[in-house]
T-cell receptor
Framework: DAGVIQSPRHEVTEMGQEVTLRCKPI?????LFWYRQTMMRGLELLIY????????DSGMPEDRFSAKMPNASFSTLKIQPSEPRDSAVYFC???FGRGGYEQYFGPGTRLTVT | SQQGEEDPQALSIQEGENATMNCSYK?????LQWYRQNSGRGLVHLIL?????REKHSGRLRVTLDTSKKSSSLLITASRAADTASYFC???????????FGKGTMLLVSP
C-alpha cells in the first residue's frame, strides 16, 4: 500500500498567486482530513470529508481557502489568493469509517508564500 | 482551540532510559490517541485508548488514561535514538468524528 500521497512536497509561490495542493487517500478509506501545521498554532484541522462530502469546514480560515473531493481517490485544497501568513505545512490524512479512529497521514506539503 | 496539552514541551534523555510524556485535556472524550512525528514527516499513529480503558500496551509503549483527572501518559521504555521525534496526543469528543491535537512533546534521545 502506497499510503496517503500528497503533491507537491514543496511549493514556493508569490503573494497573490493561486496554490493547489493535492491528496490521494488510501484506497478504501472513506474519511479525509486536511490539516495545517505551524510552530505558532500547532496542528489545526481545516476540513473533514466523509464519503466525498464535506462534513466540517469550520477550520477553514477564510474564503480564500476552498477544498473539494470530486471522488473517493482525490482531494484538493486551494488557496486563492495566497498570503505570506499561509506559509505552513499542509497535511492530508485518511481513515476508515466516519473518523474518530486511527488516521493515516501523508508526508505533507511545505508551502512558502513570499 | 487545543484540547490536549502535552507536558513537558521538550524532553532530553539518554538511550536506554525511559521517557514519560503527559497529556491533559478539558472535556469528555470517546478516545485518546498518541501520534509520533519525525522531523519533516507526517504523523504516525501509535496507540488508541478508549474512554473505558485505563491502560494499554504496544511493544515498548505503555499508555494510561485517567478520565477523572482528564489526563493520559505515554511511557516509552528502553528508549533508542530512533525514538527521537515529536509526540502528540489527540482526543475525540463524544458526537464528533475529528481529532483535536495538542502541541506535542519534543523527545531527544542521545546515544
Amino acid at each position: 500500500d502506497a499510503g496517503v500521497i500528497q503533491s507537491p512536497r514543496h511549493e514556493v509561490t508569490e503573494m497573490g498567486q493561486e496554490v493547489t495542493l493535492r491528496c490521494k487517500p488510501i484506497s478504501g478509506h472513506n474519511s479525509l482530513f486536511w490539516y495545517r501545521q505551524t510552530m505558532m498554532r500547532g496542528l489545526e484541522l481545516l476540513i473533514y470529508f466523509n464519503n466525498n462530502v464535506p462534513i466540517d469546514d469550520s477550520g477553514m480560515p477564510e474564503d480564500r481557502f476552498s477544498a473539494k473531493m470530486p471522488n473517493a481517490s482525490f482531494s484538493t485544497l486551494k488557496i486563492q489568493p495566497s498570503e505570506p501568513r499561509d506559509s505552513a505545512v499542509y497535511f492530508c490524512a485518511s481513515s476508515f469509517g466516519r473518523g474518530g479512529y486511527e488516521q493515516y497521514f501523508g508526508p505533507g506539503t511545505r508551502l512558502t508564500v513570499t | 482551540s487545543q484540547q490536549g496539552e502535552e507536558d513537558p514541551q521538550a524532553l532530553s534523555i539518554q538511550e536506554g532510559e525511559n521517557a514519560t510524556m503527559n497529556c491533559s485535556y478539558k472535556t469528555s472524550i470517546n478516545n485518546l490517541q498518541w501520534y509520533r512525528q519525525n522531523s519533516g514527516r507526517g504523523l504516525v499513529h501509535l496507540i488508541l485508548i478508549r474512554s473505558n480503558e485505563r491502560e494499554k500496551h504496544s511493544g515498548r509503549l505503555r499508555v494510561t488514561l485517567d478520565t477523572s483527572k482528564k489526563s493520559s501518559s505515554l511511557l516509552i521504555t528502553a528508549s533508542r535514538a530512533a525514538d527521537t521525534a515529536s509526540y502528540f496526543c489527540a482526543t475525540v469528543s463524544p458526537g464528533y468524528s475529528t481529532l483535536t491535537f495538542g502541541k506535542g512533546t519534543m523527545l531527544l534521545v542521545s546515544p
